[in-house]
């Protein structure tokens, strides 16, 4: 098992660019999330699903935009990016939801200038 | 909201014992994590705590008092492998399975 992957692993945008960041999974997770951590503020959930075709807000989803279109595949849009994205992404994935450790990707560092 | 509150720095000697204390503030309660952290890693699954009680996993354990809103992370024969942030994490809101993640506490082993 590969467990979680994201790419890329870092990428530098300029400010209005957009892009995807990528997340798999091949644990037949239902429950797949996205962090963003920045340095003082600790983890923060943008965007989460709990199955294919299912998606939801988190504490800070402004500027982002989510898909699930099967099992496997989180994508992260940027349709817009800004200096204050600048953080390192983490996606996650679970079981199911609260109750299952959530695994972890190895995380994208994004740069916005 | 939530609000997880956990100490931002910890030092202490190898071989020590240390804890790492957490509060939260939530009602219907769905369980509390802890998460180890490197620098320059993701966070890795330490424990899960859902009743009242110390969890022993190895060297890690895990207290959990729900009433007092209080949970701790106790690591003992600290190693230097064990630098790293620990991650306090719970509910989003009551009756929410969603997480939200404490600040970390950054806990420094020295020789």
């Known amino acids: 098992n590969a467990g979680v992957t994201q790419t890329p692993k870092f990428q530098v945008l300029k400010t209005g660019q957009s892009m995807t960041l990528q997340c798999a999974q091949d644990?037949?997770?239902?429950?797949m999330s996205w962090y963003r951590q920045d340095p003082g503020m600790g983890l923060r959930l943008i965007h989460y699903?709990?199955?294919?075709?299912?998606?939801d807000q988190g504490e800070v989803p402004n500027g982002y935009n989510v898909s699930r279109s099967t099992t496997e595949d989180f994508p992260l849009r940027l349709l817009s990016a800004a200096p204050s994205q600048t953080s390192v992404y983490f996606c996650?994935?679970?079981?199911?939801?609260?109750?299952?450790?959530?695994?972890f990707g190895p995380g994208t560092r994004l740069t916005v200038t | 909201g939530q609000n997880i509150d956990q100490p931002t720095e910890m030092t202490a000697t190898e071989g020590a014992i240390v804890q790492i204390n957490c509060t939260y503030q939530t009602s219907g309660f769905n369980g509390l994590f802890w998460y180890q952290q490197h620098a320059g890693e993701a966070p890795t699954f330490l424990s899960y705590n859902v009743l009242d009680g110390l969890e022993e996993k190895g060297r890690f354990s895990s207290f959990l008092s729900r009433s007092k809103g209080y949970s701790y992370l106790l690591l003992k024969e600290l190693q230097m492998k064990d630098s790293a942030s620990y991650l306090c994490a719970a509910p989003l809101r009551a009756g929410s399975y969603q997480l939200t993640f404490g600040k970390g506490t950054k806990l420094s082993v020295i020789p």
């Open positions: 699903s709990v199955g294919a075709g299912i998606t």
């Open positions: 996650a994935s679970s079981y199911s939801t609260g109750k299952h450790e959530q695994y």
């Open positions: 644990m037949n997770h239902e429950y």
